[in-house]
């Protein structure tokens, strides 16, 4: 007697295919990695979460290899490491091919259906790899970004006198008129420089001569 599965079981039997549990694992681990390098957005770590638990409900299921899992655990730090360390490529390198191996190990089991297909490793890690170069790199170029704009964005600015500074007068700075105040006698005309800003007050002082 034939009886079909419920939705329910259907579902369980799909998420513990090897090669889905190892795509939910990978698409977990990317969105957390999108989430910690651009906090504030939320979708990304709420889905990168729920990939993961349910990764991990279908490795209960599965003979995972927690050597494998280490494998993969280090290829993504290598991924991270590359982006900071100068090492000519060869911390992706070994990001990959430990991402590689630990994809291959990840199952033991002696029957193929129980292992991660090739056809699904390779095009999965190259991607994540690549998506994770990416996002962390321009992360990190966004982090390093001098702030442009509000107070902090003012400080070192070349701006001209608009009156004689003695010391309290107007700079032309940014665009905008500003009081402030110089620390020593400034002509009108002059460039000024800002170094510190107090409110809607500003401290100036002559540009620093070159050599």
């Known amino acids: 007697v034939r009886l079909p599965m ?3 079981q259907d579902f369980l039997a799909a998420i513990t295919n090897p090669n889905i549990a190892y795509l939910l694992m990978m698409l977990g681990t990317l ?3 999108f989430e910690f390098t651009h906090p504030g957005i939320g979708f990304p770590g ?4 729920i990939c993961l638990l349910l990764a991990l409900y ?3 299921a599965l003979p995972v290899s927690y050597a494998a899992v280490s494998l993969i655990l280090l290829g993504l730090v290598l ?3 590359e982006i900071k360390v100068t090492s000519y490529g060869l911390l992706a390198i070994g990001g990959v091919v430990s991402l590689t191996l630990g994809s291959l190990m990840l199952f033991e089991s002696p029957d193929p259906n129980l292992r991660v297909s090739l056809h699904v490793v390779l095009p999965a890690v190259g991607t994540l790899a690549a998506i994770i170069l990416f996002v962390v790199q321009r992360a990190l170029r966004a982090q390093a970004t ?6 902090q964005g003012l400080l070192g600015e070349i701006g001209v006198a608009s009156t004689d500074l003695g010391p309290e007068g107007t700079v032309f700075v940014h665009g905008e008129l500003w009081n402030a105040t110089a620390a020593r006698p400034i002509p009108q005309g002059e460039n000024v420089r800002v170094i510190r800003v107090d409110g809607l007050h500003l401290l100036v002082d002559r540009p620093t001569e070159p050599g």
């Open 6 to 8: 419920s939705p329910r």
């Open 31 to 33: 969105g957390l990695i």
């Open 46 to 49: 709420i889905a990168g979460l």
């Open 58 to 60: 279908a490795f209960q």
């Open 79 to 81: 991924l991270v490491a």
């Open 146 to 151: 001098p702030v442009a704009t509000g107070a």
